[in-house]
């Protein structure tokens, strides 16, 4: 699976002349959706039978600082997964000089779209369930 | 009409230590939705009659800065309305300056929520049509 | 001291009709800043005489979720400090229900701004050390 | 010269199911710190000279939505450039259907970091007048 990765943008940047501490948030989640991507389904697809995946806890470690000008990548795994609740931890480091700047993890459950109450992936989209299985590290 | 006002926050700001550009048309927006709610009817009395309203169009003229620790006034004013489109202009002043900040406009329409087709709302919903029509400035 | 408290601000909201997981760590800053003004020091006066604050720490439990046409309050308290780091937790509730729908922490550290060194507060600046302790839950 | 290109991002969508209406300005940031990248000049070299380069006037043109799930396309000209100001025009387009999604032009001047007044970029850094004016459409 190919690492996630992609230059500061300027306007993530706050006055300290860093990255703001809620746009890890964001990174963690494209890094999310693209390695969903590369599992073999993409969030389009669950959402369009229905699934959402709303977030239910998220941490994040700020060790280092990304500034405008750096390059970042994203290791991420799924590192627990039960068919209804999963979860996801995240390195992020500076491309050039390999530094850890963030660590975290977020965890996430399955809610079908209309009733919003929580879904048994294995039940209703098995063939979802054998790939997120499969993507787990 | 009670003016929209209140202080920058933080993560606004960008590394130039000044709200970044993109902020304004959030700020423009949250004046907006204000003005609707304060002539009679919020946005979200509209979206659950299947109404949505997109931006057509935005122009924002940048003239001084704001900075954290400002703090701001939005003046907006509904200057044209059809039933079909309309146009808001904006002005941000500093709180305890006066001093002009920012001005510029935006255009939106009414779009059927399913249809996503433009809906005449002097037909559909003429109490909101109503609305609109006396809050013009 | 008074209660952080707005309404949910439509650009905050994403397409599962929610307010975005990483805007909680925004609202959490808000709360935050308002809570250092009130106990009698803006962050800006500290940025004035050369102390960052950045965020070593975050964690966010999403318990239920925030839409478009809430009202939020944020009680906020600070449980930890030392001088060189400190903790402040957070409970949003909706104003209207008083259910909680967000908790979390966050941990910070004082800088140096020109050697982005960590400062301590009680020996550089014993005044603003005073007005943290005292504002300790 | 290459065209700036990437997926939308899950978070950049709003209630509506489309991108925010703010996010546009930040797409054309991306787009135009990348083009001045490709002329040979990053934006961080012109930071690190005391330039600043604020957005003095931006206008958007929404034509059509861009939605999750979606990859665009920007193709962006410096259209004028007098060593005092200079204007980028935009066009976003989809990248799979080619259908253009977007278009707008921004406005910048430069500032001296210190003094925060317009600087004359013939004047002060002629290698960087030349690397815009050869960078002009």
Redesign the interface.
């Known amino acids: 699976m190919k690492s996630y990765s992609?230059p500061v943008?300027?306007?993530e940047?706050?006055?300290?002349?860093?990255v703001?501490?809620?746009?890890y948030?964001?990174i963690f989640?494209?890094a999310r959706?693209d390695h969903m991507r590369q599992s073999g389904m993409?969030?389009?697809e669950l959402?369009d039978r229905g699934v959402?995946v709303?977030?239910?806890?998220?941490?994040?470690?700020?060790e280092q600082?990304l500034?405008?000008?750096d390059e970042f990548v994203v290791d991420i795994r799924l590192v627990e997964f039960n068919g209804v609740k999963f979860k996801y931890t995240y390195e992020i480091r500076k491309k050039d000089t390999n530094e850890i700047t963030t660590t975290g993890y977020t965890c996430h459950c399955f809610l079908d779209e209309i009733t919003r109450m929580p879904l048994s992936l294995k039940k209703k989209h098995p063939d979802v369930y054998e790939i997120m299985k499969n993507s787990m590290d």
Chains 1, 2, 3, 4 share one sequence.
Not at 13 to 18: A, C, G, V
Not at 20 to 23: D, F, G, I, V, Y
Not at 54 to 62: C, G, R, T
């Open positions: 992609r943008f300027f306007y940047t706050d006055k300290m002349s860093i703001h501490n809620a746009n948030l964001r989640e494209e959706l993409t969030y389009k959402e959402l709303p977030q239910i806890e998220a941490h994040v470690n700020y600082t500034i405008y000008g």
